[in-house]
């Protein structure tokens, strides 16, 4: 098996953000293995951490044509392109420390990205890189875009492009992702948008660090200022944007996508789907009858040997990441057979709410239980205060559930917990409990 790698020394650059035109230092630094790929905020108090997951994705809506990680109020912007080159180089773990909330647009592409992180070398780690094959077909779709991943055993996109555009109509590309593809095949091409779009978009906040050297503008009668790097570099760019954001799930896929039209919007739609299909996969397949945690996941026996709860009253069916005492992330999978929708709503079945907390309250205890010296305690809710309830979830639901620990103390732990369903924020709350023996 491929082996994980991270940067082999630290390395720096700057530049300003394609949307923002805020000016912004960014230094890579390696990381140990297993880490993942982690943006720290040196400019905010406590130097805030936002790891790159698929639950730390911002919605489309709120940061449009772009790719944003956010968390409690801290946000990182157009990661798209860095992540691209990331992926390009197959580097698994990595600190990226910034002084501002969006990453330097440079020349529009991944190139500078990929030459500044060749230059710091890459190192191979002792643990095992872990890829997800998509198991069964998924499709999204919206507003004349779709995109199909299928089972393959490589990796491949195939992309259709086609504007209502004379320059931009009908570009078609396919490429496997082997050695040295995504350097010189997608690397360089470099984003762009319509001459007849670009003022409207500036004035809604966007684009405001672009100008004609890093955004290929295109009028009527070609590239505005500029010149291709490709004949088809707009559908390669596409392509580069759309292997970006794939990067998201935290490790490579294997799969064949089909993509007609999408943009980051729809990319990150898939990547959810496949990051719910790789949950469903676990709970039921390869690793479910093992009883010990293996890269910070634990099932569902070894669940009820950390917490008392039974069935009907055990809402965690996976632990799918657990730093001991620290933070925590579980799946609840809500199906109608879950004996509170007989008598909750039960003609239009709703998970109550405070059964939403319970869970949460649930993975908390499997947090702070999870360390030896509590191992054999109880977790006694205290309090449940500031408790949010932003949306209902119904049969069909997956829950994710993360929680994040407080003051953990001998005999006391606050937390704070939130539950998701497809990438969505449901439900928060403020928890504290009371750590006694049994």
Do not use: W
């Not at 993942?36 to 911002?58: C, E, Q």
């Not at 570009?171 to 095949?185: A, I, P, R, S, T």
């Not at 910070?296 to 026996?301: H, K, M, R």
């Amino acid at each position: 098996m491929e082996k994980q790698k991270t940067i082999a020394k630290e390395i720096s650059l700057k530049g300003i953000g394609l949307h923002t035109a805020n000016k912004v230092n960014i230094t890579f630094k390696p990381a140990e293995e297993g880490s993942g790929i982690n943006f720290i905020r040196t400019d905010l108090p406590g130097r805030p951490v936002i790891k790159v997951s698929v639950d730390s994705l911002l919605s489309a809506s709120n940061s449009p044509r772009r790719t944003s990680l956010g968390r409690d109020g801290v946000e990182i912007h157009t990661i798209e392109h860095l992540m691209a080159a990331l992926a390009g180089l197959c580097i698994d773990n990595i600190f990226i420390e910034m002084d501002n909330d969006e990453v330097p647009g440079l020349d529009g592409s991944s190139l500078n990205f990929l030459e500044i992180l060749s230059k710091a070398g890459t190192r191979e780690q002792e643990k095992d890189r872990r890829s997800y094959l998509i198991k069964e077909a998924i499709f999204v779709e919206e507003e004349g875009s779709a995109i199909v991943a299928l089972p393959s055993q490589e990796f491949k996109i195939s992309y259709t492009l086609n504007y209502n555009h004379p320059l931009l109509r009908a570009q078609y590309l396919e490429l496997k992702f082997v050695d040295g593809v995504f350097k010189d095949e997608l690397a360089s091409s470099r984003t762009f948008c319509l001459e007849s779009e670009a003022q409207g978009l500036q004035y809604q906040g966007m684009g405001q660090g672009a100008n004609y050297e890093n955004t290929l503008v295109v009028g009527e009668k070609g590239v505005i200022k500029n010149k291709l790097r490709y004949q088809d570099e707009f559908v390669r760019h596409k392509m580069l944007d759309l292997f970006g954001d794939l990067y998201v799930l935290g490790e490579p896929v294997k799969g064949h996508i089909i993509a007609i039209k999408s943009g980051h919007s729809l990319n990150l739609k898939l990547a959810g789907k496949i990051n719910q299909q790789k949950q469903r996969y676990a709970l039921g397949g390869i690793g479910a009858g093992h009883l010990t945690a293996q890269d910070g996941q634990l099932n569902i026996e070894t669940i009820m040997k950390i917490l008392p709860h039974r069935q009907p009253f055990l809402f965690v069916d996976r632990i799918l990441h657990l730093e001991t005492g620290k933070r925590a992330t579980g799946i609840k999978n809500v199906t109608i057979n879950d004996y509170f929708f007989k008598g909750h709503f039960p003609g239009k079945p709703v998970m109550p709410g405070v059964l939403i907390v319970e869970a949460m309250a649930q993975v908390a205890g499997v947090m702070m239980l999870s360390p030896e010296a509590n191992r054999g305690k109880l977790a006694y809710f205290l309090s449940a205060d500031n408790i949010k309830f932003r949306k209902t979830v119904v049969p069909g639901d997956q829950l994710v559930l993360e929680v994040e620990a407080g003051k953990i103390k001998a005999r006391t732990g606050q937390v704070h917990g939130k539950a998701f369903v497809e990438g969505k924020l449901v439900t928060e709350a403020d928890l504290m409990f009371a750590l006694v023996e049994s």
